[in-house]
C-alpha cells in the first residue's frame, strides 16, 4: 500500500503516519520527491487493506492511499510457472494442447443426442456437450430435460467413449451431474453467483468457467480464483462473448480481452464463437481468429437440424458443417504449431 501525501505536507504529519504503521506492525518505506513524499506500507495483511487504506487517507497531510491488491493469486500467472493444461478426460486444453467441445446446446432426446455423439466424433471434436440444466432466458422457453437428460448423457458417453460436458445452474444439481459428467460447466449467467463457484471447489472434475456478458477480464479471474481458492484448479475459462452497442451480432466476441486475460493467467481460455455470434454463418470465421488469437480450444454448438432445435437452433452447425470447420481448424493448428486431441487420440 502507498501513502501518498500531499505536496507541502509538514515533517510532522509523515512522522504521524509513519507512527500509525509502527503501531499497527507494519514496516514502511520512504521515497521524498521534489514535491511530495510517498510512503510505502508492508506487511499488511490482504483481507485488511482496503479498511486500512481508509483509515490512513483520513490523515492529516495524506493526499491519498493506493492499496496494492492482488485480487487474484492462486489463478495469477506468478502462481505457476508453466501455462496449465486441464484434461477432459483424454481432451487437453493449454500450453500448445487445443481440443474441440461440441454438441447441442440442449439434450432433447436419447436418438438426438446420440446422432449428435456419433457426429461429433466423427467431425475430431473431444469432449461432447449437451446441456440438460438450461439457463433460459425466457421462463417459457425449454428449460432442460434435467435428470433423464443426465441419463442420456451417460448412454452417449456409454456408446462413443466421447467424455461429457454439462452445466450446472444450481448447487442442488451437482450431485446428479458429476455422476455422470466428466466436468461442469458454468454459465455466463452464473459467472458470479459466488456461493456455486465455491460449491464446485471440491468435486474433483475440471469447470469450464464461462465469462459473464457483462463482466470484465478482473471480475472473471477472480470468478475463477473463487473456484481455484474452493480447491479446484482444473478451471478452464471461456469467452463466449460481451454485450455491447452492436446489435448485428447477438453478442461480441471479445478476443482482445482472452489475449489481455492470458497475460494474467496460467489457466487455459477457450472460445465459444457460437454464443459470441448468434449466427453458424459467423462461427467458422471467428473459431478460426479465436485459434489464431491463443484459444486453447473452442467450444461450438451443433444440431442435425438446426431449424427444429428446441434452443440455439440459428448458431448451430449442422454435421456437415462441423466437420468443414474441424478441417480447417486441423490445417490452423499445424500452421500455429498447436496439437489438435481428437477422439482418436483416447
Ligand atoms: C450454453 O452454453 O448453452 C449457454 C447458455 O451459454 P452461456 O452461458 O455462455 O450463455
Ligand atoms: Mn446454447
Known amino acids: 500500500m502507498i501513502i501518498v501525501m500531499q505536496a507541502g505536507a509538514e515533517p510532522a ?5 509513519v507512527a500509525r504503521l509502527t503501531d499497527l ?3 514502511h518505506h520512504i521515497s521524498q520527491g521534489v514535491e ?5 506500507a508492508i506487511g499488511a495483511p490482504e483481507g485488511e487493506k482496503e479498511a486500512l487504506a481508509e483509515q490512513l487517507s483520513l490523515l492529516a497531510g495524506v493526499e491519498r492511499v493506493v492499496p496494492i491488491l492482488r485480487p487474484f493469486k492462486l489463478v495469477s500467472r506468478e502462481h505457476a510457472l508453466e501455462p496449465t493444461v486441464v484434461k477432459i478426460g483424454h481432451a487437453a486444453f493449454g500450453r500448445g494442447q487445443i481440443s474441440v467441445i461440441s454438441g447441442p446446446c440442449a439434450i432433447e432426446s436419447e436418438k438426438q443426442l446420440l446422432e449428435s455423439a456419433r457426429a461429433v466424433k466423427e467431425a475430431g471434436a473431444a469432449v461432447l456437450r449437451g446441456g440438460a440444466y438450461k439457463p433460459r432466458t425466457s421462463p417459457y422457453a425449454f428449460q432442460g430435460l434435467g435428470q433423464p437428460g443426465l441419463e442420456m448423457l451417460a448412454a452417449a458417453r456409454e456408446e462413443t467413449g466421447l467424455p461429457v460436458l454439462t452445466e450446472v445452474t444450481d448447487a442442488r444439481q451437482i450431485e ?3 455422476a455422470v459428467a466428466d466436468a461442469v460447466q458454468i454459465g455466463a449467467r452464473n459467472m458470479q453467483n459466488y456461493d456455486l463457484l465455491r460449491e464446485v471447489g471440491p468435486i474433483g472434475k475440471p469447470v469450464v468457467l464461462k465469462r459473464g456478458f457483462a463482466a470484465t477480464v478482473q471480475e472473471w479471474l477472480r470468478a475463477a480464483e473463487y473456484v481455484a481458492s474452493a480447491g479446484n484448479l482444473d478451471v478452464i475459462l471461456c469467452e463466449r462473448g460481451i ?3 452492436e446489435t448485428e451480432t ?3 466476441l471479445d478476443l482482445g480481452g482472452m489475449a489481455a ?12 464463437p457460437s454464443h459470441a455470434t448468434g449466427s453458424h454463418k459467423l462461427v467458422p470465421p471467428m473459431a478460426l481468429a479465436a485459434l489464431a488469437g491463443g484459444a486453447d480450444g473452442l467450444m461450438i ?9 428446441l434452443s440455439d437452433g440459428p448458431q448451430s452447425l449442422t454435421p456437415k458443417r462441423l466437420k468443414t470447420l474441424m478441417d480447417q481448424i486441423r490445417n490452423l493448428a499445424l500452421a500455429l504449431g498447436l496439437t489438435l486431441v481428437g477422439p482418436e487420440d483416447a
Open 25 to 27: 506492525g507494519y514496516q
Open 13 to 17: 504529519q509523515v512522522e504521524r503516519v
Open 176 to 178: 446428479g451431474v458429476i
Open 243 to 245: 454485450r455491447t452497442f
Open 301 to 309: 454448438e451443433m444440431h442435425q437440424h438446426p431449424d427444429r432445435a
Open 250 to 252: 447477438r453478442f461480441t
Open 261 to 272: 486475460a492470458k497475460l494474467e493467467t496460467h489457466l487455459p481460455i477457450i472460445a465459444d
Open 36 to 40: 511530495r513524499t510517498l510512503i510505502g
